[in-house]
């Protein structure tokens, strides 16, 4: 189990995603050509499983400390609609949410809460998002769904800089049984 905690000058916004694998992306990267709008790029479509914040070192290490912790198996994850998220964000979602999705989500959200004191509020959608600022979302079913074999989960980090607004910042895997 390897861990090593990463260190900053200044507090960091953080958050536990899926993140997808090349061929996933590129399929992404085509539903997303469609939705008009903004669209995200490709490098830096993920599946937020838990929202951490604004935190420090400390936060961060004992956040990584837990993750490390944790054990989950694969799954698959199969996105075959696309709709609204809110006000002009267009998303591709799954019909039905895994079981083992479900309840990653909700233990990195269980963890965030007792270590960092982040409690989400909103019930947890899973969703990945294409794009944003789009005037008129579409609301499909995919006649050729994404099935997206998950097996692993990251720590990521979100800033706006040249090479893109996430990093990834720690990878645990899921134990395979797929």
Request: proline content about 6%; some cysteine; glycine content about 8%.
């Amino acid at each position: 189990m390897k861990v090593a905690c990463g260190f900053s000058s200044r507090d960091e916004r953080l958050f536990f995603a899926l993140w997808p694998h090349e061929d996933v992306r590129v399929r992404l990267a085509a539903e997303a050509h469609g939705a008009g709008g903004r669209s995200r790029p490709a490098d830096g479509y993920h599946m937020t499983l838990a929202f951490v914040g604004e935190v420090g070192d400390g936060v961060r290490c004992a956040l990584e400390l837990a993750a490390a912790s944790s054990v989950w198996g694969s799954f698959l994850c199969v996105l075959d609609r696309i709709d609204a998220l809110g006000s002009g964000i267009e998303v591709l979602l799954p019909s039905a949410s895994p079981p083992r999705l479900l309840g990653l989500a909700a233990s990195l959200q269980g963890l965030v809460a007792d270590v960092a004191g982040t409690v989400e509020r909103r019930p947890y959608r899973p969703h990945v998002t294409l794009a944003g600022h789009v005037d008129h979302v579409r609301s499909v079913s995919l006649s050729s769904p994404i099935i997206w074999p998950v097996r692993e989960y990251v720590l990521c980090r979100s800033q706006r800089t040249r090479s893109g607004f996430y990093n990834v910042l720690e990878r645990w895997p899921l134990y395979e049984d797929l």
